[in-house]
């Protein structure tokens, strides 16, 4: 066994070959090794062959201690993963009667028979243990080879991926790696990236703690990472630097780890037991969808209406003379659904949207351009969003623009 | 030499081996070299480390033709490409003086003195040729290997590869193949991939046309794929494949290529001046945001509503004795959703969603059990949607089965 352990990530699928898909994957797990130390020096993508799957996992034993793969534990001809490793391992696979009784009635709960090529979803082989995935068909395998090396295979599927790694593989790892890692995500919405980053100043020069920004798809997030000996001094390196990033960042972060704007906004409502409506133009619904993606929201987001068209909006209650007078695209339209949205659902807050999503312009604006506001029986607040890009990018960023506007409001009440 | 040229990529730059970036210049590779018919079995990714960036052009120069490379021509130490592939060549690299000379400039056209370590971009071995840069300091080396094998070594930054690519190296790789390819994407949705497999049958096992399936998030899809010693004759050997796959696949083929659920509503529903309007539950808005995605969508999407509480479905008109007799998730109320989507928005077709997203149930059914309906004057259609997952997962396969349903209703009428 090599002195220092260092992992490598094999992702499986011939779509990563034919450039269907871009390897996410490997880039996330990649993050999550950085993150806990464990070295990493090779990733690499292969398709479903097993005579190269095989050549794959063979070369990444002899160079890695830790080999995660990701893909190919489908129930088709094409997943080959399982067979792979069983090829390395030298063992035959048989079907674990816990896990087809597993498979078994997940189908069943689906109202669908199994199909017997299912079954070898249900495979095992003495080295390796099970991987329950609670939200598919394909449970992972934990290999261990006889000279302390280990395979963590895992869906392919993101989100199935996602949640095996954090709650099953990623402790296993992190027990192979000696020192302890604390990490806190900000999550700020409105500056952009290198808005954030000047704010930090020189905290982002320091290693440890360090502080690094990520722009995502709902904002920029602010990473403060630390390592010691043990976790309680990792966290009294870690406490102070995230206190000034705090300090820097102000009401501009809207909350940390697994916050969304969605159920920051939606905590902020139940907690004085308010409601939400809205009246979306340009966001064709967006904006009530995210609300509505938080679990339990039904008790704060009473509904909304689209208006997608002039005449609609009027039918719902847009005073004519404001979108004569101001223009569709306007702040005050913005305001009037927003308060048609509270008038329309007896809802304490409204949200309101309008703008041109493009690719052309409308309603005398610029493609990109955007009113949305917040209202409640006690006033009103609106802003203008400029964004470039293509209409989903549009729609996507001026919908968390109204929401955190709606942030803003409730937070200032 | 092998018989079959093969090329392979290998990404370079330790920000791949961090997750600090997905690797898009690997993916969009791959899908040209899919587009020109040159089989790729591996891609990988190596961090800025010499001895290891040898060993992995050293494996892939072994069992590919072309090794097709980018990152690592920066100027600073940690750009180790051109030294690496120099130990491979066994070749010592000497300063090009015509590229020193178009460096240069570049740098006093920007009204910089050049740095001396840029010096190094200059650089060229016997073996290999410049491939020029016109967006960047970087020029690429497209090296020949005495055995006929090639590498192409291109930038990082993507603009920059992407041109250098298309412009330059392309054309040289393209020349390597003698076959000539074709591929079509067919998109489906609604039976599962296995589903889809088993009604293909034997046409999966073919090699050329190949038919492969792909589970997408809007589908599976089925890509058709032949090559020949010329465009004409790959067509004449995909078309009659590509005619099988689509009589047994029959209406659950929605589109092809980029066309999209919503896109191809919106083409069905403007072929024949129809508008659309939604009532939504469970879905929260995102039937009406979907529909409202496709440019031009203003033209037949009127708008919707989102009834997300009991009181508010019975405020915009459900009868109160359906929710009574048939529950709140029922076909019932699905189908009296869509009928007040027309009368509110006075729209041609009506779209409706009822549901339990999880992770509770609600109105009597477990999560991930919903109700979509489409109706006109003439009729309606209605079906019942299971689905797990976490919220955001149900609500987009409800989203899209709304749309789906529609689609097939138009389809018929």
């Known amino acids: 066994m090599s002195a220092s352990p260092s992992a490598e990530i094999i992702s499986i699928g011939t779509e990563l070959l034919l450039g269907e898909i871009v390897d996410g994957n490997a880039a996330f797990l990649a993050s999550e090794l950085a993150e806990i130390g464990m070295p990493i020096y090779w990733i690499s993508q292969v398709g479903d062959n097993q005579d190269r799957l095989v050549e794959s996992l063979r070369q990444a034993l002899n160079r890695s201690r830790v080999v995660i793969t990701t893909g190919g534990l489908g129930p088709t001809g094409d997943d080959l ?23 078994r009635e997940r189908f069943a709960a689906m109202g669908r028979s199994m199909p017997e090529r299912n079954l070898k979803q249900a495979w095992l082989i003495p080295s390796a243990e099970a991987l329950p995935n609670p939200l598919g068909t394909a449970p992972g395998w934990w290999v261990t080879r006889p000279d302390e090396r280990y395979v963590a295979c895992m869906p392919g599927v993101p989100a199935e991926m996602r949640s095996m790694w954090s709650e099953q593989v990623r402790p296993l790892v992190e027990h192979l790696t000696n020192a302890s890692f604390v990490a806190v995500t900000l999550k700020t919405f409105g500056p952009g990236e290198s808005a954030i980053e000047e704010r930090l100043g020189r905290l982002v020069e320091a290693a440890n703690p360090s502080v690094a920004t990520y722009a995502k798809r709902d904002g920029v997030y602010v990473r403060v990472a630390a390592s010691g000996s043990s976790r309680d001094e990792a966290r009294r390196r870690l406490n102070p630097v995230l206190e000034q990033v705090r300090e820097r960042l102000g009401a ?33 619904g967006l904006v009530c969808s995210y609300l509505t993606d938080i679990p339990g929201s039904s008790s704060h987001v009473l509904g909304g209406v689209v208006a997608y068209n002039e005449e609609t909006k009027t039918r719902f209650g847009v005073p004519a003379d404001i979108i004569d007078e101001h223009g569709v695209v306007s702040e005050e339209t913005a305001v009037a659904l927003s308060e048609i949205a509270r008038a329309r659902f007896d809802a304490d807050f409204g949200i309101g949207t309008t703008g041109a999503a493009g690719p052309e312009g409308h309603g005398g604006v610029d493609p990109g351009t955007a009113f949305v506001a917040a209202s409640d029986a006690g006033g009103q607040i609106a802003k203008l969003i400029r964004r470039s890009g293509p209409r989903e990018t549009v729609k996507h960023f001026v919908a968390l623009s109204a ?8 937070e200032d009440r």
């Open 403 to 410: 929401i955190d506007l709606l942030r803003r409001f409730l």
């Open 81 to 103: 993963t399982r067979e792979a490793i069983a090829v390395i391992a030298g063992e035959q696979p048989s079907v674990d009667r816990e896990l087809e009784r597993v498979l």
């Open 252 to 284: 501009d972060v809207f909350g940390s780890e697994d916050d969304s704007l969605g159920s920051v906004v939606g905590s902020l409502l139940a907690r004085r037991h308010s409601t939400v409506a809205t009246a979306e133009s340009i966001t064709g």
